[in-house]
């Protein structure tokens, strides 16, 4: 048996940068919605609709300021928002995530029954992504879902 001794150079400081955060596609990443509706029916279904979604979470505020509250802490995937809520409009909650820097970036979807162009249209303006009619169609959640 031989042994050979090998120069250490002992270098001070070296900093470890921790690994990379997943991409929210990666199926081991933690997927996320949030739920911004007050109507007790609505959510319920939602709750069922997710407990068949291996691999998803769903939180539920009921008013603007309880989804403010959260929205910082849960950091989701997607936030589905009613537009019409007991303190604010989807729009008035929707000017208040865009104006938060942390927020900003979060996907939107608005939620209502208003079939009208012109509300669509302000949905869109004021950031949400998507205008989705009520009763959600649990196929088009999925595959939004999917794409994420």
């Not at 669509?120 to 205008?131: I, M, N, T």
């Amino acid at each position: 048996m031989a042994w050979t001794t090998l120069p250490v150079q002992t270098i001070a400081g070296i900093v470890r940068c921790p690994p990379p955060a997943p991409a929210m596609s990666s199926p081991t990443a933690p997927r996320h919605v949030l739920y911004v509706e007050d109507d007790r029916i609505n959510i319920v279904l939602m709750e069922e609709v997710f407990r068949l979604m291996p691999g998803w979470t769903l939180d539920v505020a009921e008013t603007g300021a309880q989804a403010m509250e959260m929205l910082p802490r849960v950091m989701p995937s997607l936030v589905l928002m009613d537009m019409n809520l007991p303190d604010m409009n989807g729009l008035e909650l929707m000017a208040l995530v865009r104006a938060d820097v942390r927020l900003a970036q979060l996907r939107c979807i608005a939620l209502s029954a208003d079939v009208m162009d012109d509300q669509r249209q302000r949905a869109r303006a004021a950031g949400f992504q998507d205008y989705w009619l009520k009763p959600i169609d649990v196929r088009q959640l999925r595959a939004a879902l999917e794409r994420l």
